[in-house]
């Protein structure tokens, strides 16, 4: 969703409701410390992505983390003249970035130059400090993809040109991966290629999903830990995605939102509709069941990782090479928030 769109259903919002989460006490309390000069959002999610990272590679050293989109959190003060994150950059081993080429106003249209340099500057950052960039384009005529995949290749990225936005299907075109190679993926840096494939809904089961993944030659491929709502691949099915048409070996990444709950994960609670937790905030208008997260308060980071029931718990144990973080960018959201209220509010 665009900021615009985001900022007049905020001020809406708070116009009619000047409270936030529906909860009482210190809870209450909590939820609304949502002033810049209170909460620094976009250090919380550095920290948070950082906190992952560690708790992680603790388990499985070469383990890799790649969050996607908030490339401001590259650089201290969030400009591309910045001085780079060092701390961040040192824990993370790529970062994914969306319409970089292509897709930021509409599917399959150009990015203006103007937002496209913006974001290549940040990118670059991440190159020269020894972090992988992943782009995904959002495209689907064939001379926009072969050109999306030009542009990428010559900036030293690594890119997928999506043809559809809900990352529902191996396109067609280009009929083999853009570069494809018979090597065997051991890190990151060897990939060439990927596939970014989250939701299974145009696959008539999971056997015919996992097979069309199995009959690709992309050196990473970026899906969800759970076929359905509640069925989840076996550590076997995720070892048998492992091996490329041609034999190679290949990264198998997971895909999991830290910067938004959705109400079809497993650690969703029905009463939350009616009793939502301290963390738990406003439901995303462009994608219904997805919840904007207070990301910084350890009640909902407890449900993403550190502990044995934890959502990357169940992901290590999986057997994935990494994880893809997605919603790192929702300290916009928040900061957004807090300027309305000094704004709007008495």
Not at 76 to 91: Q, V
Not at 106 to 114: L, M, R
């Amino acid at each position: 969703m665009k900021k615009l769109t985001w900022i007049i259903i905020l001020a809406v919002f708070l116009f009619f409701m000047p409270g936030c989460g529906g909860n009482n006490g210190d809870e209450q309390d909590e939820s609304n410390q949502d002033s810049p000069t209170e909460i620094n959002y976009r250090q919380e999610m550095r920290s948070f992505v950082q906190d992952i990272s560690a708790y992680a590679k603790g388990i499985m050293s070469d383990f890799i983390v790649i969050p996607q989109n908030g490339h401001e959190l590259l650089t201290e003060n969030g400009e591309e003249t910045g001085t780079p994150a060092a701390n961040y950059l040192e824990k993370i081993d790529g970062v994914g970035r969306e319409d970089l080429f292509y897709g930021y106003n509409a599917d399959d249209e150009a990015s203006p130059t103007t937002e496209r340099d913006y974001m290549i500057a940040f990118m670059d950052i991440a190159e020269n400090n020894g972090v992988e960039v992943l782009v995904t384009d959002y495209c689907s005529t064939q001379s926009y993809m072969e050109n999306s995949y030009a542009q990428n290749y010559a900036k030293g990225y690594i890119s997928f040109a999506a043809d559809h936005r809900e990352l529902d299907n191996i396109p067609a075109y280009p009929p083999n991966p853009y570069i494809v190679n018979y090597l065997n993926i051991t890190s990151l840096a060897n990939a060439m290629n990927f596939l970014y494939l989250i939701n299974p809904d145009s696959f008539s089961d999971k056997e015919a999903f996992l097979n069309a993944i199995k009959r690709t030659n992309y050196d990473l491929v970026i899906t969800d830990l759970y076929y359905s709502e509640t069925q989840a691949l076996t550590a076997n099915e995720i070892s048998s995605l492992k091996v490329k048409a041609n034999g190679g070996t290949r990264l198998v990444v997971v895909y999991m939102s830290i910067g938004e709950a959705e109400n079809y994960r497993y650690y969703w609670q029905s009463e939350w509709a009616t009793d939502p937790p301290s963390w738990l905030a406003e439901e995303n208008p462009d994608w219904p069941g997805n919840y904007k997260v207070r990301y910084w308060q350890t009640s909902w980071q407890d449900i993403i990782y550190g502990n044995d029931n934890s959502y990357l718990k169940k992901i290590l144990d999986a057997g994935f090479d990494g994880v893809y973080l997605d919603i790192i960018d929702a300290y916009e959201y928040f900061e957004d928030l807090s300027s309305l209220k000094m704004n709007i509010l008495p």
